[in-house]
């Protein structure tokens, strides 16, 4: 069954550090694995996409790592700030499918404190 | 620039009665799509519009009506709420729907169903 699994469930941070989110994937055959950030009470806004040929990709603050040879990506955030406080939700596409069926992640969710 | 919009915001109704869920979008995507959002599941794809007049059930379609009239507009119906069905709806719209295309996504709608 493909699945896509995020952790941590949640993490708290203090402003200025880094972090790094987790989300490994059992989609067959893969496409690509987008990031979303989703502020409270707001809907996703998609942070970076990347296909399987691609193994970096960054958004500004925002660097998003893909390995899909184990089937794992990472969301990297520098020197953190409070408006990173959000929770991160990751999508992957099966090759060949439609935006019908991707697959979303339960998310991680970030509070960044002063 | 309104881009995509979702009302009523908020909605609180009763067990059996009919609820409709608008979404409208400025940009003439192709493709829309309606999510519910519940703690422990993340988004589940409920439905969904390539173009007017054509829709495809998603994940959770029981118990939920669509239409797609125009381009611009993807109401939700729930022909007879339940309790179940209290969540946040999210509408989302892409351009052309294909699996590396950016989905983006309405603020939201809290239904709570007593």
């Known amino acids: 069954k493909n699945q896509v699994e995020q952790s941590p469930q949640s993490l708290i941070i203090l402003e200025g550090k880094n972090c790094t989110l987790q989300?490994?994937?059992?989609?067959?055959?893969?496409?690509?694995l987008r990031w979303y950030k989703q502020d409270t009470g707001r809907g996703p806004v998609s942070l970076t996409i990347?296909?399987?040929?691609?193994n970096t990709k960054s958004n500004g603050r925002y660097t998003a790592t893909l390995d899909a040879d184990t089937k794992q990506s990472s969301l990297h955030i520098t020197a953190s700030q409070l408006s990173d406080s959000a929770s991160y939700i990751c999508?992957?596409?099966?090759?060949?499918?439609?935006?019908?069926?991707?697959?979303f992640g339960k998310g991680t969710k970030l509070s960044v404190k002063p | 620039d309104a881009g995509i919009t979702q009302s009523p915001r908020y909605k609180i109704t009763e067990t059996g009665r009919q609820v409709t869920l608008m979404c409208h979008q400025t940009?003439?995507?192709?493709?829309m799509f309606w999510y519910r959002q519940d703690l422990g599941h993340g988004l589940r794809l409920i439905y969904y519009?390539?173009?007017?007049?054509?829709?495809d059930k998603g994940e959770v379609p029981d118990g939920y009506v669509v239409s797609r009239s125009k381009t611009e507009n993807f109401p939700l119906t729930l022909e007879s709420a339940t309790r179940s069905q209290t969540s946040v709806y999210f509408c989302?719209?892409?351009?052309?729907?294909?699996?590396?295309?950016?989905?983006?996504f309405g603020p939201g709608t809290r239904l709570t169903v007593l």
């Open positions: 989302a719209s892409s351009e052309f729907g294909t699996s590396v295309d950016t989905q983006y």
């Open positions: 989300c490994n994937y059992t989609v067959s055959p893969f496409s690509n």
């Open positions: 940009w003439s995507h192709s493709y």
């Open positions: 519009s390539a173009a007017a007049d054509i829709t």
């Open positions: 999508v992957v596409s099966a090759y060949g499918g439609s935006q019908g069926n991707l697959i």
């Open positions: 990347m296909t399987f040929s691609e």
